[in-house]
T-cell receptor, first 108, second 117 residues
Framework: ELKVEQNPLFLSMQEGKNYTIYCNYS?????LYWYRQDPGKSLESLFV?????AVKQEGRLMASLDTKARLSTLHITAAVHDLSATYFC????????FGAGTRLTVKP | DAGITQSPRYKITETGRQVTLMCHQT?????MFWYRQDLGHGLRLIYY???????DKGEVPDGYVVSRSKTENFPLTLESATRSQTSVYFC????????????????FGPGTRLTVL
């Protein structure tokens, strides 16, 4: 059974700092998704990674996928308060499995 | 309104009652999904549907029933609600292009907060 683990689950960081969120999964998959969720809101798609070595960047966020290591990273560069949210990775095709989420708080 | 909508947005019910949560999408996406979100568990897939009249179980299907008579609608029914089904329920949809590698980016509705007393 596919299992998805994210770490850390909670992340408090200062504005301007860099940090990485990790997403490990247990069985082979050639696709991985990152979503953002603001408190009380729905999920917003950030990145779709479809192949080994895929790297995508949007603003201060960069996501990568290593299918051999079954690992994806979401790197945050020079964090700003607006990035405060919960970030989820998800793996699979239709029977998709989500990680538990990383609650990111960016403090001034 | 275009997109994916859910109704009701909030629902309080009692143990043992039947509850139906509605999901409607205007994109003509072939795939639709139901998830529940609980603290510490992320999102867990309940059921999904590849097309009208085609449904399949997800990770946590027990206690739920789905149907899909029309492409745009995917109702979720709790036949006899239990307290453990108190949760936030999200519906999602995604497109499928036959003959192409499925992109499968899922688009989520606003959610329904269900409380079972």
């Amino acid at each position: 059974e596919l299992k998805v683990e994210q770490n850390p689950l909670f992340l408090s960081m200062q504005e301007g700092k860099n940090y990485t969120i990790y997403c490990n999964y247990s069985t082979t998959s050639d696709r991985l998704y990152w979503y953002r969720q603001d408190p009380g809101k729905s999920l917003e798609s950030l990145f779709v990674l479809l192949s080994n070595g895929a790297v995508k960047q949007e603003g201060r966020l960069m996501a990568s996928l290593d299918t051999k290591a079954r690992l994806s990273t979401l790197h945050i560069t020079a964090a700003v308060h607006d990035l405060s949210a919960t970030y989820f990775c998800a793996v699979g095709l239709n029977d998709m499995r989500f990680g538990a989420g990383t609650r990111l708080t960016v403090k001034p | 309104d275009a997109g994916i909508t859910q109704s009701p947005r909030y629902k309080i019910t009692e143990t043992g009652r039947q509850v139906t949560l509605m999901c409607h999408q205007t994109w003509s996406h072939s795939y639709m999904f139901w998830y529940r979100q609980d603290l510490g568990h992320g999102l867990r897939l309940i059921y999904y549907s590849a097309a009208a009249d085609i449904t399949d179980k997800g990770e946590v299907p027990d206690g739920y029933v789905v149907s899909r008579s029309k492409t745009e609608n995917f109702p979720l029914t709790l036949e006899s609600a239990t307290r453990s089904q108190t949760s936030v329920y999200f519906c999602a949809s995604s497109a499928w292009a036959p003959g192409q590698i499925p992109y499968n980016e899922q688009f989520f509705g606003p959610g329904t907060r269900l409380t079972v007393l």
